[in-house]
T-cell receptor, first 115, second 115 residues
Framework: NAGVTQTPKFQVLKTGQSMTLQCAQD?????MYWYRQDPGMGLRLIYY???????DKGEVPNGYNVSRLNKREFSLRLESAAPSQTSVYFC??????????????FGQGTRLTVV | AQSVTQPDIHITVSEGASLELRCNYS??????LFWYVQSPGQGLQLLLK??????LVQGIKGFEAEFKRSQSSFNLRKPSVHWSDAAEYFC?????????????FGAGTRLAVHP
């Protein structure tokens, strides 16, 4: 039972480089999310996908794009990395709980450093 | 606006001592409340959740939390802490927003356990 799988686990980028973070879930969840975690700030939502075929901005979408490739996969792309994007990125998924009940399941995280 | 406050950034306790981590929320309706734990280098794992009913909820690893509507609080407790409980703990409010399950996280409390 893999749950939510993210790749890569670690990445170092130079300013201006691009990369894609991959995420896949095997729980047949409709909703998927990308968060970033910074010290003292908890987790902040970057983008989410309520269901296959839809994506929407969260709290901090600038500098990112996403693709919901199918029900299982949700990728996050940094087109031109900046040092401010140095962070730990988490992918999560949840079922269609009603009115906010849906428990979120998290991947192991990707530690990204932009130099 | 909805928000979650965890007043304590760091807490240190001795192994075997009791623990209480504080969480206050701001939300107009009855909230769905969660506590997650993050061990070093890991993703977030759900400890427990409150939706309705009994205001004292039991979770995994011997944790419990009490919902107090009058104080807008959802504090996490454990009677006797083990060294393996050293981790970061996040309180979150769940709500339905724009058709998806939105989780708003507090900034986290980092727990250290002395032998």
């Amino acid at each position: 039972n893999a749950g939510v799988t993210q790749t890569p686990k670690f990445q170092v980028l130079k300013t201006g480089q691009s990369m894609t973070l991959q995420c896949a879930q095997d729980m047949n969840h409709n909703s998927m999310y990308w968060y970033r975690q910074d010290p003292g700030m908890g987790l902040r939502l970057i983008y989410y996908s309520a269901s296959e075929g839809t994506t929407d901005k969260g709290e901090v979408p600038n500098g990112y794009n996403v693709s919901r490739l199918n029900k299982r996969e949700f990728s996050l792309r940094l087109e031109s990395a900046a040092p401010s994007q140095t962070s730990v990125y988490f992918c999560a998924s949840s079922g269609l709980g009603t009115g906010g009940r849906g428990e979120a399941f998290f991947g192991q995280g990707t530690r990204l450093t932009v130099v | 606006a909805q928000s979650v406050t965890q007043p304590d950034i760091h807490i240190t306790v001795s192994e075997g001592a009791s623990l209480e981590l504080r969480c206050n929320y701001s939300y107009g309706a009855t909230p769905y409340l969660f506590w997650y734990v993050q061990s070093p280098g890991q993703g977030l794992q759900l400890l427990l959740k409150y939706f309705s009913g009994d205001t004292l909820v039991q979770g995994i690893k011997g944790f419990e939390a009490e919902f107090k509507r009058s104080q807008s609080s959802f504090n996490l407790r454990k009677p006797s802490v083990h060294w393996s409980d050293a981790a970061e703990y996040f309180c979150a409010v769940g709500l339905l927003s724009g058709g998806y399950n939105k989780l708003i996280f507090g900034a986290g409390t980092r727990l250290a356990v002395h032998p």
